[in-house]
């Protein structure tokens, strides 16, 4: 199975950096095979895509991390990143980690689709304040 794993989250100030990552530690998927992304969720709100990268390492953002954030994968250690910088306090959020070996999408397509996501994990949670 495809076991998700998250960490990197914290408490900043506006303006500063994290870097969350996620391993998948199961051992029936490689992370370089899965379409594996980022999607948040703030208090009240519904869950949303951040950041996808695909199985070719197609790459997608959502309009309100473009150019802040950056997604990338380390097929060598089954890690899934996604550096955070200029954070502002929109982007108070659990963060979670999904992945799916399935999915053939572009990633902006996955961005949209966190319903076709079959693999997710336990999330961590980022605050920043102002």
């Known amino acids: 199975s495809v076991q998700l794993v998250e960490s990197g989250g914290g408490s900043v100030q506006a303006g500063g950096s994290l870097t969350l990552a996620c391993v998948n530690s199961?051992?029936?998927?490689?992370?370089?095979?899965?379409?594996m992304g980022w999607f948040r969720q703030a208090p009240g709100k519904r869950r949303e895509g951040v950041a996808v990268?695909?199985?070719?390492?197609?790459?997608a953002y959502a309009d309100s991390v473009k150019g802040r954030f950056t997604i990338s994968r380390d097929n060598a250690k089954e890690t899934l990143y996604l550096q955070m910088d200029s954070l502002n306090p929109e982007d108070t959020a659990m963060y979670y980690c999904?992945?799916?070996?399935?999915?053939?999408?572009?990633?902006?397509?996955?961005?949209?689709?966190?319903?076709?996501?079959?693999?997710w994990g336990r999330g961590t949670q980022v605050t920043v304040s102002s």
């Open positions: 999904a992945a799916d070996p399935y999915l053939s999408l572009t990633a902006i397509q996955a961005l949209r689709s966190r319903g076709d996501f079959g693999y």
């Open positions: 990268i695909t199985r070719d390492d197609d790459t």
């Open positions: 199961g051992k029936q998927y490689s992370a370089y095979a899965m379409t």
